[in-house]
């Protein structure tokens, strides 16, 4: 790290704990803290706990950026997808062209690519693929947030305690637990209006049985009928589609030492087309219209969520025992528009008018176990050991046929032009410790390594025309160590300044090849790594009515994974390294009852600090794809009495999203992104246990750019821009008992 940038950070940390110290936590959960707590402490701020280290504490006390976004924060955000609440979170971007394909970044790692440097996990269980072989970039899961207890997700570097491809960070759903006091129910009915689209609905239902003193189970169902907003030359709202699924989670508790928890996660998420308009290459205006695009063939995706997991527990006394078994699968079905990369192609090589469809089929499935054994008293050393395994089974099929160019009628002179199978395993064993260390009251040292090593084997079989028949077979090994060290000072009881080093990492993986390709195409491609150095304050003020935390962060990113051709083989490499710096903050306060104000910004500057290869477009000093180097979230909520009986609640948020450059790109170059901002406000009443809201999202209307496709993505050599929700109105029903 440069000298002056090390002077940059601390200064910022320091003169913010001087002043007052630091911590932003989330929109508390009002309705039950105030029903728990007595009057003197109604305005205070929920203490907020996680399990960010893989044990449960204060949120204040983790030596390392965590941002935890309450059920009740969710509620009132009327969360329904993953956009509406990870944009929140400071430097955390989504690049998202089509309902369930999504790119997640934190800290402005990211390059493209086809693994993901975002891990996701569900309670215990790491969801989606660890391998770059199997699309985990940007199938990233969109879980529906119904019946969760809160989202964590920790910013960095986070390879110790959870291993593959969180280069950046990591998203964790923690679910709600069943509980065993008392029958609960909710229930929660809405209706959305979208602004040049048409209307949608969705409704969601839970229910809590105690079957015994020692058993309960928790249900949960959802449907969601999303409107559509684009248009093409053959229909309206194309990108319309639905959600639905369900959860079902049994807990039993037979001791007050042993526990055990079973859940069930399904979601179907089906889209109808996508979120794009067809834009000129260089300057990014609409050519067809505001939200119109021009598709030969329609383009649904259908994607499969399945989550199982078991989880035990046995309390020894000085020691417990945790183990979590897990298989979970994503599937997904889509169609594409192949028409502008091999429509011309085609018409030129059979002389009648052609378009091209594409059909990809992905499948990840996924066995892991992961088995730990940690420290119960609260003396000098708390620690965990643990091991892990897991095991992928992923296939990408591919088809390519040949359509007729205006009607897109499949032909079946011109079907199967191409089709290709890859098929993979990834098998990876790793074991992992971590400790703190107590100096004394206020010294603490948090520390941690993990080896992973993992063996992968993959299979590609292709035919037809544009593809030549081929049968290869590749395999590679793979290990690497991470490790992480925070030690950390606390002043005070509300007060926390710490240091933090961490590595991530991120898997290689085999190149498939036939057996004569020439010595410069890679068999095989490495990890690359992020080293995260990190320092922080958080701190809660004025009785806990205030929170602060000023983060700041430079990370290393070395052996970048990237997608490139190599003597005209698509492979992917190992090239460049680059830098993300940065400062981020949060605010969080209640000035006055009822009314809770919080604000959060960052400063993200990621580039390039060695030129990419060739053919993939970056040069030393070029900003990193879709990272705005400002962003920032205002949200304020206001809760009073207006009668014996009935409470008002009101609030909206504003977000700002800076400027930022798309992917690199040899034939247009990266283009600019300019800044949008997106305003939300709700406002409605409550009693008894019945909510009544109105809402709603994108009040100005903004038409920011989230994508830019390359060349031949869209027709007549314009390509495609993915662009926010417009404009829409809707309203709420919910009960609860």
Same mark, same amino acid.
């Given at each position: 790290? *440069? ?8 200064? %910022? ?9 630091? =911590? ?43 941002? +935890? ?20 979170? #400071? ?10 394909? +999504? ?32 699309? $985990? ?34 998203? *964790? ?5 069943? !509980? ?23 409704? =969601? ?21 999303? #409107? ?32 055990? &928890? ?49 989880? %035990? ?34 018409? $030129? ?5 052609? $378009? ?53 009628? =499949? ?8 089709? +290709? ?40 079989? !292709? ?26 000072? *606390? ?25 004569? +390709? ?20 958080? !701190? ?49 306060? =209640? ?28 040069? *030393?000093?070029?900003?990193? #794809? ?47 992104? !300019? ?49 926010? &929700? #417009? ?11």
């Amino acid at each position: 790290m *440069k000298r002056g940038t090390r002077a940059f950070l601390c200064a %910022g940390v320091a003169a913010l704990a001087v002043s007052a110290g630091a =911590r932003a936590q989330q929109a508390p959960d009002a309705a039950s803290t105030a029903a728990a707590a007595p009057a003197d402490t109604a305005d205070m701020l929920a203490e907020i706990v996680v399990t960010a280290q893989k044990r449960t504490e204060r949120l204040i006390d983790v030596p390392q950026s965590v941002s +935890a976004v309450s059920a009740e924060a969710l509620q009132q955000a009327h969360a329904e997808r993953l956009d509406d609440f990870f944009t929140r979170v #400071p430097s955390a971007a989504l690049v998202e062209t089509q309902a369930g394909q +999504a790119r997640l970044i934190l800290r402005g790692i990211n390059t493209g690519g086809v693994g993901a440097t975002v891990a996701t996990y569900v309670d215990e269980t790491p969801y989606g693929s660890a391998t770059s072989l199997a699309n $985990g970039a940007i199938l990233t899961p969109d879980l529906d947030p119904s019946d969760l207890e809160r989202v964590e997700v920790l910013r960095g570097p986070q390879g110790t305690l959870y291993g593959a491809n969180s280069l950046g960070g990591l998203v *964790k759903y923690v679910t709600v637990a069943p !509980s065993t006091d008392a029958v609960h129910a909710a229930a929660e009915l809405s209706t959305e209006d979208v602004a040049h689209g048409d209307t949608g609905w969705s409704g =969601r239902a839970s229910v809590n049985v105690p079957l015994a003193d020692t058993l309960a189970v928790r249900a949960t169902g959802f449907y969601r009928r999303d #409107p559509g907003f684009i248009d093409d030359q053959h229909e309206k709202d194309i990108n319309d589609g639905r959600t639905y699924g369900g959860r079902v989670s049994a807990l039993f508790k037979p001791t007050d030492a042993l526990s055990l &928890r079973a859940s069930v996660v399904l979601q179907n998420l089906e889209s109808n087309g996508t979120n794009q308009v067809d834009v000129d290459p260089l300057t990014l205006k609409p050519v067809l219209g505001d939200y119109r695009q021009a598709r030969v063939v329609a383009q649904p995706s259908d994607m499969q969520y399945r989550v199982y997991n078991l989880t %035990g527990s046995y309390d020894f006394g000085p020691v417990q025992l945790l183990s979590s078994t897990s298989y979970s699968s994503l599937y997904q079905n889509a169609l594409e528009d192949a028409s502008g990369l091999y429509g011309g192609l085609l018409t $030129g090589a059979f002389g009648v008018p052609l $378009g091209a469809s594409q059909v990809q089929q992905v499948q990840q499935r996924r066995l892991t176990e992961e088995v730990r054994l940690a420290s119960t008293d609260t003396g000098w050393l708390e620690w965990t050991v643990g091991g892990f395994y897991t095991r992928e089974r992923n296939a990408i099929n591919q088809i390519i046929d040949g359509v007729d160019g205006a009607s897109g009628a =499949r032909i079946a002179d011109f079907s199967g032009l191409a089709l +290709a199978n890859l098929a993979s395993r990834y098998e990876e064993y790793a074991g992992f410790a971590s400790g703190t260390v107590h100096l004394n009251d206020q010294f603490d040292l948090t520390f941690g390594g993990r080896y992973s090593h993992n063996e992968q084997d993959a299979v590609q079989i !292709s035919s037809g025309p544009l593809a030549g028949d081929s049968d290869y077979t590749a395999h590679s090994s793979d290990g690497v160590f991470t490790y992480s060290v925070a030690p950390s000072f *606390k002043p005070n009881e509300d007060t926390t300044i710490y240091v933090r080093v961490a590595k991530g990492y991120r898997p290689g993986g085999p190149n498939v090849l036939p057996p004569g +390709a020439p010595d410069a195409v890679p068999h095989q491609f490495g990890a690359d790594t992020t080293t995260n150095y990190e320092i922080g304050v958080k !701190s809660e003020l004025l009785n806990r009515k205030l929170s602060l935390e000023l983060t700041g962060f430079y990370i290393d990113w070395d052996n970048i994974q990237l997608f490139s051709s190599v003597d005209d083989y698509g492979v992917n490499i190992n090239g460049g390294t680059a830098r993300s710096q940065g400062i981020e903050a949060s605010v969080t306060m =209640r000035p006055l009852t009822g009314l809770t104000v919080s604000l959060n910004g960052a400063f993200v500057d990621a580039t390039l600090t060695s030129d990419a290869p060739p053919l993939v477009g970056g040069l *030393k000093g070029d900003r990193l #794809p879709y990272t705005a180097r400002f962003s920032s979230t205002l949200a304020v909520e206001y809760q009073r009495p207006l009668s014996e009986t009935v409470d008002g609640i009101a609030g909206f948020s504003w977000r700002y999203t800076g400027d930022r450059l798309s992917a690199f790109d040899t034939s247009y170059g990266q283009r600019h992104l !300019s800044a949008y901002s997106q305003v939300d406000a709700h406002a409605g009443v409550t009693f008894g246990g019945y909510r009544i809201d109105a809402f709603v999202r994108n009040l100005t209307d903004s038409r920011g750019i989230l994508d830019v496709g390359a060349a031949g993505s869209a027709l007549d050599g314009n390509v495609t821009a993915a662009i926010v &929700r #417009p404009r829409s109105f809707g309203a709420t029903l919910g009960y609860r008992f």
